[in-house]
């Protein structure tokens, strides 16, 4: 089976990032939820913070691991022998802007692929 990762900035973790995370731990062998520094969005809580909120949140899903990363995505995939990144799409909207994303990701890499998933239905608005 494969490996997945679920990279976001996760500032903070909520239910909608939980569900798809244990959704996706239901088909991938491990997923790795990966904590985006990403100092250019200028997040509310530090990168230890978000990482040691995830890994409470998501304690009970023993095929997980947080990691906070900074770099490429897909660069941390190529490194951690993770053949899928998963990203969640709630609207239109998101798919654009993903849909850029795994395209250029392919250009830098053809041994990644992204896996789209949608949220519950309950959790499909919430930002």
Known sequence: MTGAMYPG??????????????????????????????????????LDERVELAREVLKDIP????????????????QHNLRVIVRGL?????????????????HLSDQVDYVFMTPTEQFNFIS
Do not use: C
């Open 63 to 78: 095929n997980v691991v947080i990691t906070g990363y900074a770099g490429l995505t897909v660069d941390f995939a190529r």
């Open 90 to 106: 709630r609207a239109v909207s998101d798919f654009e802007f993903e849909f850029q994303l795994a395209t250029m990701s392919r």
């Open 9 to 46: 900035t996760f500032d903070p973790i909520t239910n909608g990032h939980h569900d798809l995370v244990r959704r996706a731990a239901d088909i991938f062998e491990h997923v790795v939820v990966a904590v985006a520094a990403n100092p250019g969005k200028a997040p509310l809580f530090s």
